[in-house]
């Protein structure tokens, strides 16, 4: 059974930064691309940064230049570095595999001020 855990989000004003960290079990991280997804209230879950087997990474417009993605295969985890934050980025993020995906974990929550 995958399991999948993020954490590190919190209430920070806009401008400010947060460091989410997801932290998996089994072997998905040598087979599969990972990514960073994100629902706000009231829309769909977006796919907004994706880091593959290989280190290339791909971001959505909406977070390009302040988001950065990476990962450490060592330790099974993926981070996700959020600078200028944004109000509109307010959400639950959540990892999980791209082209595969596993069990959602709980996600963890960020918040921005204005």
């Known amino acids: 059974q995958v399991q999948l855990v993020e954490s590190g989000g919190g209430l920070v004003q806009a401008g400010g930064s947060l460091r989410l960290s997801c932290a998996a079990s089994?072997?998905?991280?040598?087979?599969?691309?990972m990514g960073w997804y994100r629902q706000a209230p009231g829309k769909q879950r977006e796919l907004v940064a994706i880091?593959?087997?290989?280190?290339?990474?791909h971001y959505a417009d909406s977070v390009k230049g302040r988001f950065t993605i990476s990962r450490d295969n060592a330790k099974n985890t993926v981070y996700l570095q959020m600078n200028s934050l944004k109000p509109e980025d307010t959400a639950v993020y959540y990892c999980?595999?791209?082209?595969?995906?596993?069990?959602w974990g709980q996600g963890t929550q960020v918040t921005v001020s204005s």
């Open positions: 999980n595999g791209v082209e595969v995906t596993f069990s």
């Open positions: 880091i593959t087997r290989g280190g290339i990474t």
């Open positions: 089994g072997t998905i991280f040598s087979i599969n691309a």
